[in-house]
């Protein structure tokens, strides 16, 4: 039971489905990178405040 080959035309042209789960994806990306740079920004703000709160423990 072999696939039978896709034709030209259909290779061409995309199903809404296809478009959707493209773009889809493309948001799911976004969204990653959006909370990874949020993540960095949280672990580089929580760095230097527990930096600036061991140097005030100590006096």
């Known amino acids: ?3 039978p080959p896709k034709t030209a ?6 199903t809404e489905a296809d478009l959707r789960a493209e773009r889809r994806a493309a948001a799911l ?14 672990t580089d703000g929580t760095d230097a405040s527990s930096t600036v709160a061991k140097k005030d423990g100590g006096h």
């Open 9 to 14: 035309t259909s290779g061409d042209q995309k």
């Open 1 to 3: 039971m072999a696939k």
């Open 29 to 42: 990306r976004a969204n990653l990178h959006r909370r990874k740079a949020q993540a960095r920004q949280r």
